[in-house]
Each structure stands twice: as structure tokens, then as C-alpha cells.
């Protein structure tokens, strides 16, 4: 079986195939990027258009929470 690493930039975190993020990265998340890409991530499969959306979304908040020390503020919800 091949190593699956969480999807947070830099991150080496060994995780299951099914998730996309390590427990510590997930937390940082927003709870509507997580939701979309609990709906929208399957394993093993391309990702659609709206989970690659949301993946590029989470990464970049994950970073800033990393480096600024806390989450990204945002206006609304995860926009389509």
C-alpha cells in the first residue's frame, strides 16, 4: 500500500487514504471547506472541480493559520 501525507503544504503527516488532512490540520480548517470536501473528496479517484477548489482553498488557509497564528477571516462561507 502506498504512503498517503496530509495535503497541508509542508506537511509529512502519514494519514489513511480516505482523509486528506493530518487530525492537526483538519482542526484548522473552517467547518464549510470541511464539509465540501467531506462531500466532494473520494480516494483514489481525480478530483472534481469543486473538491480542487476547496483543496487550494484549505491549503492556502492552513497556511496563513500557520504563519499568522490564527485562521484567515472571511466575509462568508466558501464561495462556488
Not at 492537526?24 to 465540501?36: E, G, K, V
Not at 472541480?49 to 496563513?64: G, H, M, N
Request: hydrophobic share 35%.
Amino acid at each position: 500500500m502506498r504512503e498517503h501525507n496530509c495535503a497541508a503544504i509542508g506537511c509529512r503527516a502519514v494519514i489513511l487514504p480516505t482523509e486528506l488532512f493530518c487530525e492537526q490540520h483538519d482542526r484548522m480548517l473552517q467547518s464549510d471547506i470541511r464539509t465540501i470536501l467531506g462531500r466532494h473528496y473520494r480516494p483514489g479517484r481525480r478530483h472534481t472541480k469543486v473538491c480542487e477548489r476547496a483543496l487550494e482553498q484549505a491549503q492556502q488557509e492552513i497556511l496563513f493559520a500557520q504563519v499568522a497564528g490564527y485562521r484567515l477571516p472571511r466575509e462568508a462561507d466558501f464561495e462556488w
